[in-house]
């Protein structure tokens, strides 16, 4: 069983970038985090829709919080990594055929994790540009964007160090 | 040093919102009526079938309520369940501080990011909060200020009952697609049928893409309008959340002119200006007031119909309606001027544009309503002609002057507007008064003279005397003033006008000048009237020459008024047949003189079948009262015009009868020997002395 300290999953990853660099939307990471890592097309379609509810607050999302971008870059991050970095879907959704099949045979969605071994430079480089121009894209500013790519890069060197997680020890994970 | 203006809460005063919104109601609703009684065929008595069209009309429109919202609650689960207690404990205390009128259940929508909306059944609200923003809750600084404020401005719209207009918004705008949708389908079974033609069809189109869009403008102006309002009352406890929460979205804001107008939320920037400025809103944009007459001049022309074919009196119909839909477009009028009365740069020019955009929705709106146009019968719009445009722009334009004026008037003396509850109390009164009046004899004229330019053309109304007229708009000014007893509404009107504006001015200032003014206006108005009056023979009554088409003798039963008028001749000889002389005559005064008639003598020695008018009022330019060896009699003297027809009407019925009657009193029926030439004819009648044909000459003169 993988320790729940490391850095494997999407979920992971977010979590850990959230402590860096937006610690106090850590006690709502979970609720708000959830759609994102879910679902992240959909969640992504709707973060870029223009809402107008009736009887609704009307201006769409009206607080930028920092854990949505995160949670759909450490997908889009851990989908380039794991089907090997240069070959991914770089809008971080990945074979939606792959994906609708898995859906028909009744197989469960099983969240895609980061190879065990460590990541070259060249590959930590490139991690480094999909997750600057996916937080770039959803338009996070970009002294926040290069903060989040550097946070998202030392996550994943820095994946099985305890200390860095933050987590309480015997924590389960998710 | 300079006083600090006033500051108004555009919340004393009552919104015109209500008032469009009721409009567009009238003028959907009336059209679901009319659609389900052409549907069902109530005119042969089926009010079943009528109810049942009706609910048809206006379930999709419920339906489609309780979807959206059944929808909206499954995609949400109560807060309480989630396990965020301290987010549940956050929002029930901001409850507890706004104190809503009705329990309200909160519930986490997952996927609904930092958005938030009430749902629900509008006894049993809900509020839907997005995760993000319920994890402001726990924030410091002024997130959480912006998450108390988006809570309260939800809990504000659950206090003002928002959901009610809302599910009747849903209602209007899906039983107006609906009537739309059937209303096509007719008319394309009509091209299939080769009974109609597909240029009718695609106007009709045009028509129900027309009233769609008008339905959705007024439904997101007012789901605006409610937004603002809940920004103010959200504002009551602390703006800057608010200001912080809009601020965010102010500079994503620039959008086009018509993507604001269907919008349900206002932009950005204007909910930030009118948080910072709440005076903003007293002003409304000149376009609501446009869509508002839109509406209103749709509703006129389908009431009118509607009652037409309900039976009503022909002659009152033009008046109910006038009456029924000029009195809530008035006050949405009033309100409108007067909320702008109060506001801080108030357009000097605003009751000239406000007319101006309540005459062109006016006349636009009136040739929108497209349902009269399926069933067959046409009944079109305002005339676009300076007859009728002319009256209708003075009308509407001393409407918004006076009441602009009224507005005025009183700021003077209440320039904080403390006391506007004062101010409407007598005000609304007036202004349904003046304003009811007003659209009653306008839309009359209008209808009138509208029968005119349509009517008159066609072959079998050329006998009609307002047809053989030469002037008919002097003739229907004359009628409508007659029929309106002109001179007491109108002094009533002036004495209104001139006391409401008057004594709030006399109150601020005592000063007796205003008075003085306004004691000349009335009296010029009152003398003006008075010539007016003196000049015009107003009090004409009907006589009109007929010539007989067949006799019998007076015993008979009792027969319906309508059959009387039949052209069928099998219906005349049945109705001549059952017509009973000895009862008094309901038709007297009311009988279309371009259809014949089957009466009796006004002796009731004899009953007759006539034929359509040949002469009438309009020919005849003088009448006294004469005595003959025989008895006595009326003499008339035609205009040149009657003369021609008189001579050709006795040449080309020698030998037969013509009968003589006034007011749909059949006075004599001599039988014409030979053509008769001259400008003036002596008609016996059943005179009993001079004093009483005096009497009719005088009602024939109209002195």
């Known amino acids: ?174 | 040093m300079t006083e600090a203006k006033p500051q108004v809460n555009p919340r004393a005063f009552p919104s015109e919102m209500v008032l469009l919104l009721l409009l567009l109601a009238a003028t959907v609703l009336l059209n679901v009526i009319f659609v389900a009684n052409w549907l069902s065929g109530i005119e042969h008595g089926g009010v079943g079938t009528f109810l049942q069209k009706l609910q048809t009309l206006l379930t999709p429109g419920v339906a489609a309520y309780g979807i959206y919202t059944a929808i909206r609650i499954r995609r949400s689960t109560p807060l309480g369940a989630t396990g965020l207690d301290e987010a549940n404990n956050a929002v029930n205390d901001l409850v507890l501080q706004v104190s809503p009128p009705r329990r309200v259940d909160i519930r986490l929508g997952k996927h609904l990011g930092s958005r938030a909306y009430v749902t629900g059944a509008p006894r049993r609200p809900i509020i839907v909060l997005g995760p993000e923003l319920l994890a402001l809750h726990s924030m410091p600084g002024e997130r959480k200020a912006v998450f108390d404020a988006v809570v309260r401005h939800e809990l504000a719209h659950v206090h003002a009952g928002d959901l009610w207009w809302y599910q009747l918004a849903t209602v209007l705008r899906f039983a107006n697609l609906s009537t739309g949708f059937f209303a096509l389908l007719a008319l394309w079974f009509d091209v299939l049928l080769n009974r109609g033609s597909i240029t009718t069809f695609l106007l009709s189109t045009l028509r129900v893409a027309a009233l769609t869009l008008l339905t959705e403008l007024i439904a997101r102006a007012f789901l605006r309008a409610r937004e603002h309002s809940a920004d103010l009352h959200a504002a009551q406890y602390g703006v800057e959340g608010l200001l912080t929460a809009v601020r965010t979205r102010e500079t994503a804001q620039t959008r086009s002119v018509v993507r604001t107008w269907l919008r349900r939320h206002p932009g950005a920037d204007e909910r930030s200006q009118a948080l910072t400025n709440p005076m903003r809103l007293l002003a409304s944009p000149v376009g609501q007031a446009f869509v508002g007459a839109t509406a209103a001049g749709a509703a006129f022309v389908t009431l009118q119909d509607l009652l037409l074919r309900s039976g009503t009196e022909n002659k009152s119909t033009s008046v109910i309606t006038g009456m029924a839909i000029g009195i809530p477009l008035t006050l949405f009028a009033a309100f409108d001027l007067w909320r702008g009365a109060w506001q801080e740069d108030r357009n000097r020019l605003r009751p000239l544009l406000t007319a101006a955009a309540l005459l062109s929705g006016l006349v636009i709106g009136s040739h929108l309503a497209l349902y009269t146009r399926v069933s067959g019968l046409a009944p079109v719009g305002i005339p676009i002609a300076p007859s009728v445009l002319l009256p209708l722009a003075v009308g509407v334009l001393g409407l918004c002057w006076w009441l602009d004026a009224l507005s005025t008037s009183w700021r003077q003396s209440d320039p904080g507007a403390a006391r506007v509850p004062a101010f409407l109390k007598f005000a609304v009164p007036s202004a349904c008064l003046v304003g009811g009046w007003l659209f009653a004899v306008l839309w009359t004229w209008s209808a009138r003279l509208r029968g005119v330019y349509l009517g008159c053309p066609t072959e079998q109304a050329k006998a009609v005397a307002i047809c053989q007229s030469p002037t008919p708009q002097t003739d229907i000014a004359l009628k409508v003033a007659r029929d309106f007893g002109f001179t007491f509404w109108s002094v009533l009107t002036v004495l209104v006008v001139a006391a409401t504006l008057v004594v709030p001015h006399h109150l601020h200032t005592r000063t007796l000048r205003p008075v003085a003014f306004a004691a000349v206006a009335v009296l010029v108005t009152l003398a003006a009237l008075w010539t007016t009056r003196s000049a015009a023979p107003l009090d004409r009554a009907r006589a009109e020459f007929r010539v007989v088409l067949d006799t019998s003798s007076p015993q008979a039963l009792g027969i319906a008024a309508r059959e009387r008028q039949s052209t069928n001749s099998s219906a005349q000889a049945e109705a001549l047949s059952a017509l009973d002389c000895a009862e008094p005559d309901p038709l007297r005064g009311k009988a279309d003189p371009t259809l014949p008639l089957v009466i009796c003598a006004a002796d009731a020695s004899e009953k007759f079948v006539l034929a359509p008018a040949s002469l009438a009022t309009v020919d005849i330019e003088d009448a006294e009262a004469d005595q003959t060896p025989s008895g006595y009699a009326v003499r008339l003297r035609f205009t040149a015009e009657g003369r021609q027809r008189w001579e050709e009407l006795t040449r080309t019925n020698v030998g037969k009868r013509i009968a003589f009657l006034v007011n749909d009193e059949l006075l004599s029926a001599p039988e014409i020997s030979q053509p008769l030439t001259g400008d003036s004819a002596e008609l016996p009648g059943p005179f009993t002395s001079l004093d009483q044909a005096k009497k009719f000459a005088d009602a024939i003169r109209g002195s």
């Open chain 1, 1 to 174: 069983m993988v320790p729940s300290t490391t850095v494997r999953t999407a979920d992971e990853l977010a979590r850990r970038v959230v402590r860096k660099i937006a610690p106090e939307e850590l006690p709502s990471f979970d609720i708000v985090a959830a759609p994102y890592l879910e679902s992240p097309e959909r969640a992504e379609r709707r973060l870029r829709q223009a809402h107008d509810d009736p009887l609704g607050f009307g201006l769409g999302d009206i607080v930028a919080m920092a854990t949505p971008v995160i949670a759909l870059v450490s997908g889009s991050v851990v989908t380039a990594v794991s089907d090997s970095v240069g070959k991914a879907v770089r809008d971080g959704t990945t074979n939606a055929v792959r994906k609708a099949w898995r859906k028909v045979r009744g197989k469960p969605q099983k969240p895609l994790e980061l190879p065990s071994t460590p990541l070259t430079a060249a590959q930590l480089a490139e991690v480094r540009q999909i997750a600057l121009q996916r937080a770039l894209s959803l338009g996070m500013k970009r002294q926040k964007a290069e903060a989040l790519a550097d946070a998202v890069i030392a996550a994943l060197v820095l994946r099985d160090n305890d200390e860095d997680t933050g987590r309480e020890s015997g924590e389960a994970s998710r």
